[in-house]
């Protein structure tokens, strides 16, 4: 009897196995989907780094792929893969646009990033006398490139930074 008990016992709980992996198998696209949202999701609570988005993107795409190919490894597989290619593009698409240069491939940061911006004159500017100058709402201690003297208001633009010191000219 107590045998047959710990069989019975043993079958419910094969039963349960089944059905729960039955279950899974018939949902797993949707539970890749889920999971991609997820993602999405929680890199809203992250530094810009977008890693969880290529997880993410990962995720969804294998949804799709979860719609014919059953095979568990196989979808984990493509998700860990397609992952990895969607990282890659998406650091290669942030670095390529972020402070780019129009004339060249480099970098500009910070005050290199200045040059060709322009800006309102707030204190008179002269040779013998530096002025204020505001650029991107920040205000810098400028002087003219030429000869000339930029009463306020003027709108003038960066040509130059030279120590902490922009040199303008007039638009």
């Not at 030429?146 to 902490?164: A, P, Q, W």
Request: aromatic content about 12%; charged content about 15%.
């Amino acid at each position: 009897m107590i045998l047959d008990l710990i069989l019975a016992a043993n079958f419910s709980a094969d039963a349960a196995v089944s059905t729960a992996m039955n279950v899974l198998t018939l949902y797993r696209p949707h539970l890749w989907f889920v999971a991609g949202l997820a993602f999405f999701a929680f890199e809203l609570f992250t530094p810009g780094q977008f890693f969880f988005v290529a997880i993410g993107i990962g995720a969804m795409l294998t949804s799709l792929l979860a719609l014919w190919a059953g095979n568990v490894v196989t979808q984990c597989t493509f998700a860990l893969v397609a992952s990895f290619i969607s990282f890659i593009m998406i650091r290669r698409a942030l670095v390529r646009n972020q402070f780019s240069s129009s004339d060249s491939g480099e970098s500009k940061s910070n005050f290199e990033a200045l040059v060709g911006e322009t800006g309102a004159v707030e204190e008179r500017i002269s040779l013998s006398s530096p002025g204020l100058v505001k650029v991107r709402g920040e205000l810098w201690s400028a002087l003219p490139i030429d000869d000339r003297s930029y009463e306020k208001n003027t709108i003038v633009v960066v040509v130059e930074v030279s120590g902490n010191r922009v040199l303008v000219k007039t638009k």
